[in-house]
């Protein structure tokens, strides 16, 4: 009896906690899904007939997406620019290689809300893509994995996402030590070639240009007027030859938020030699320069084109003729650093209207192959270039010397709209 009683007591303790904390019986279910989601890890491989592939890999509660042009075998590395895309709890980075398999773009950040978006994408694609692995005709293979072994050699960095990080830091020091090379060069020369006073008064030139947030020595990328310490243009339009990168480094150099090296702004006090910019103006920047990488095979899928010919197309015709097109052919566009229809463009590629850039969508779509479908991840789903619509509006073109006005008129003004996904 006094056994069935304290059984009793038991059961009333178990359930009286239960009832003050739900949660103790629902973390247990929570493990037991995490333990079962782990059994499911796998490596997703759907590849088209026109050569281009993607690769899912779930691995440990890691999402990784690659995405490019396959070689005949699926288990070789991708031929061709291809794009790493990796999620690891409100982690998350993006990598962009050239041909040669060499980085040439990288971003890595904590963003909650756009590792959950890709979370729900990589979901609800591999759902679809594993529903059709069966069916004939489809080359889509799904294999499961225990252990790290069970990846691919050349793919199994995609779930290593501290050694991505450490590649895409070593890229951006890559790029400053470049830049800190090419001032240490100019300062050696300029001390062999110039006697102690004219070094001194080098010196105090730059001294005074450190009070003005520029660095020690002014030193610019060969090939670019805007692309380091001050710049060397006489005038807003003079651009180097490598004027794409060249109008990024214009664009960033005017940024209407920021902080001069050395003064106080905003509450915040810039130790540094040099500019610091709102993080927009950085973001966009990086997003301009994206737009430089060019698809191999084409003249015309990138900024400006590789040829003075317009019926010269690259290897991949079709796509290049979408390009070429989208270039040449759209009747309501607004050039990088102009203004047009009451919208001044201040990014490093022109405006086009939206519906040019949907015929460019769709044009690519209906090629469908591994280079047009890059081109247009590029183009809508990374860079993410922006269009605009044309909406009539009332407006003042007469007014008396005290500002009333005595003439109207209707004109076309642009407003900007964020792509489509492709």
């Not at 040669?100 to 729900?120: G, H, N, P, T």
């Not at 540094?272 to 994206?290: I, K, M, N, P, Y």
């Not at 650093?337 to 779509?365: I, P, Q, S």
């Amino acid at each position: 009896m006094k056994y069935l009683d304290s059984m009793q007591k038991l059961v009333c303790a178990v359930l009286f906690l239960l009832i003050l904390n739900p949660s103790l019986g629902s973390s247990a279910q929570v493990d037991n899904e995490i333990v079962s989601t782990t059994k499911d890890d796998f490596i997703l491989t759907d590849t088209l007939s026109d050569g281009e592939i993607e690769r899912r890999i779930k691995f440990r509660g890691i999402l990784a997406l690659e995405t490019g042009v396959s070689s005949n075998d699926t288990a070789q590395p991708i031929r061709g620019p291809k794009v790493w895309q990796v999620a690891s709890g409100k982690k998350f980075i993006q990598l962009i290689y050239d041909d040669q398999s060499r980085l040439v773009d990288c971003e890595y950040m904590i963003d909650a809300e756009m590792s959950a978006e890709f979370r729900k994408r990589f979901k609800d694609e591999t759902e679809t893509f594993s529903s059709r692995a069966h069916l004939e005709g489809m080359n889509v293979t799904l294999r499961h994995l225990e252990s790290i072994v069970d990846i691919d050699d050349n793919v199994r960095d995609l779930v290593n996402y501290k050694h991505l990080r450490r590649a895409c830091k070593r890229l951006h020091k890559r790029m400053k030590s470049a830049a800190a090379g090419l001032r240490k060069s100019q300062v050696k020369s300029e001390g062999n070639s110039t006697s102690h006073d004219d070094l001194e008064r080098t010196l105090e030139r730059s001294k005074r240009a450190s009070s003005k947030s520029t660095t020690t020595f002014e030193a610019l990328m060969p090939g670019t007027k805007w692309c380091g310490s001050g710049s060397s243009a006489g005038q807003w339009q003079d651009v180097g030859s490598y004027s794409g990168a060249d109008l990024c480094c214009r664009e960033h150099d005017h940024c209407p938020f920021k902080v001069n090296g050395l003064t106080t702004n905003y509450g915040y006090f810039n130790f540094r030699l040099f500019t610091v910019s709102h993080c927009d103006c950085d973001e966009r920047v990086r997003r301009d320069a994206l737009m430089l990488v060019r698809v191999p095979g084409t003249q015309w899928c990138g900024v400006g084109s590789r040829t003075t010919n317009e019926n010269e197309l690259g290897g991949f015709q079709s796509t290049d003729r979408c390009c070429r097109i989208h270039d040449l052919h759209c009747p309501f566009f607004i050039n990088t650093l102009t203004e047009n229809y009451g919208l001044y463009n201040w990014r490093a590629y022109t405006l086009n209207h939206c519906d040019c850039d949907e015929r460019f969508r769709t044009c690519l779509k209906m090629t469908n192959t591994a280079a047009s479908n890059m081109v247009g991840k590029i183009f809508f789903n990374i860079v993410q270039t922006k269009c605009f619509v044309l909406k009539p509006e009332t407006v003042c073109s007469e007014r008396l010397w005290w500002g009333r006005c005595v003439k109207s008129e209707l004109e076309k003004r642009a407003y900007i709209r964020d792509p489509l996904k492709y």
